[in-house]
């Protein structure tokens, strides 16, 4: 009898055992996952992970440093420094590979035009297991204005940022994913313009980025406001699908209990996603459904916010990063630098000019250009066209200079080329066009006037 009861303890003991180590456990007050079957199943327990009590942990310690100083944690001031190593560590702390990049740009700030800021980005990452270079970034800006405890422009975002990072740290995905924090919004999206505009230029295969900022307000006078999300598509109306395809899954609604509504406009919402937009990088945004007028005052504190709105705002957040960084790795080569654009050798300042280039897919991709014009913009991507089809694309030119004219491709699967050769145009022909015009207002002026 003694001998049977031992038998029975022994399995009961192993079966315990087996349990614990097969699904969640607490160790050292961290929740453990082990992975399951699949992405969905992942996705939920992640969700689950990301408690309200997590959440309000950050927002509360990101706040307290803003309250500790006149300028909170203006760019470049004490507080916004202190606020830059609070995020190094933590992201540290997760075992995170973390960098901080100094950038330098002229900003706004009021009653003066243009200043000179420097600060830093802070961005960690979380390498993929597979061998694709496609990343993915999620991102909010951790810089405010003065005299504000900033819980919901932008504490709320940094900490979601935070919680994402601590949460899929613990799991493993084909493609990579960075978390960054940026400084020098306020003065004109400066810390996000210095990294989009570097992505650019190296062609790195950046192929979404969310960004975060100002996702914790709700009013009682809209009904069913803590239900609704503001998912600015801007920048990119491909990316809307899994955002919604996430938020409507039954399997992580009671975790988000959120619906997307998407917006083509986010004009008067400007964030750092306006940067992304600005080099042709696919973003969205997310952002609360009701503005809150408390923004940038010193009654943006944590009692004005929805903590449990904000929450499931950054769970949703999450999930969509979670699943792009989760998509299929593909064998893929990028496709070949496309011919140097052609056109004609010089232009007239204020009339459209059209240029044209081809390239080829190896895979047979279809492919997408983007042409840059020299002077600070360029034509957004153009297609998709099949491997080998003429690009054309038009702009105009309205200050004299020499212009430099390059374009890239990208495949269906985000992956880039290199810029290609840059003709400089000749500006001969327009100083003569300009003279030309000057005649000829000149004559029309008498002709009108006499
Ligand atoms: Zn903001």
């Not at 009021?110 to 061998?131: D, H, Q, W």
């Not at 899929?168 to 493609?175: G, V």
């Not at 004109?188 to 505009?197: K, R």
């Amino acid at each position: 009898m003694i001998k049977k009861l031992f038998v029975l303890v022994v399995i009961f003991c192993f079966l315990i055992n087996s349990l614990i180590v097969t699904g969640m456990h607490i160790n050292n007050n961290e929740l453990v996952v082990s992975p399951p079957n699949n992405e969905e199943d992942n996705i939920t327990l992640m969700l689950a992970q990301l408690t309200e009590e997590m959440f309000l942990g950050y927002v509360e310690e990101i706040v307290a440093i803003a309250e500790k100083y006149q300028e909170s944690r203006f760019t470049g001031t004490e507080g916004c420094e202190e606020a830059r190593n609070f995020i190094i560590q933590e992201f540290s702390n997760m075992g995170m590979n973390v960098r901080s990049y100094a950038w330098t740009a002229f900003g706004t700030f009021f009653p003066y035009n243009l200043i000179e800021f420097s600060s830093y980005n802070v961005e960690a990452r979380l390498k993929g297991t597979s061998n694709s270079d496609k990343f993915y970034v999620i991102s909010a800006h951790y810089d405010t204005v003065y005299k504000t405890p900033s819980a919901d422009d932008n504490s709320a975002g940094v900490a979601a940022v935070l919680c994402a990072a601590k949460i899929l740290s613990q799991y493993n995905f084909n493609h990579e994913i960075r978390f960054i924090c940026w400084s020098g919004e306020e003065q004109g999206l400066l810390g996000s313009n210095a990294y989009a505009y570097e992505k650019y230029e190296n062609n790195d295969n950046l192929i979404a980025t969310i960004n975060l900022d100002m996702i914790g307000f709700t009013s009682d006078e809209i009904e069913n406001d803590e239900n609704k999300v503001m998912v600015y598509e801007t920048c990119s109306d491909r990316l809307i699908g899994t955002t919604i395809d996430v938020s409507e899954n039954p399997e992580y609604s009671s975790y988000l209990d959120l619906k997307v509504i998407p917006s083509e406009d986010d004009s008067g919402h400007k964030s750092d996603q306006g940067s992304f937009c600005k080099y042709s990088h696919d973003a969205i945004f997310i952002h609360e459904y009701t503005w809150n007028e408390e923004k940038d005052t010193s009654g943006d504190s944590i009692d004005n916010i929805d903590i449990n709105y904000a929450t499931r705002v950054a769970r949703l957040s999450m999930g969509i990063i979670a699943s792009w960084a989760s998509s299929p790795v593909i064998s893929n080569s990028p496709p070949d630098k496309p011919h140097s654009p052609n056109g004609p050798d010089s232009i007239k300042i204020n009339e459209v000019h059209t240029f044209t280039t081809s390239a080829l897919d190896s895979d047979g991709d279809q492919i997408y250009y983007l042409f840059d014009w020299g002077d600070g913009s360029n034509s957004k991507w153009v297609g998709p066209l099949n491997s080998g089809e003429i690009a054309h694309a038009s702009h105009m030119w309205t200050k004299q200079g020499e212009y430099k004219i390059r374009v890239k491709v990208k495949d269906e699967h985000g992956i880039q080329s290199g810029w290609s050769e840059s003709p400089k145009i000749n500006t001969l022909e327009f100083v003569f066009n300009q003279k030309f015009n000057f005649l000829q207002n000149l004559i029309f002026y008498l002709l009108k006037n006499t």
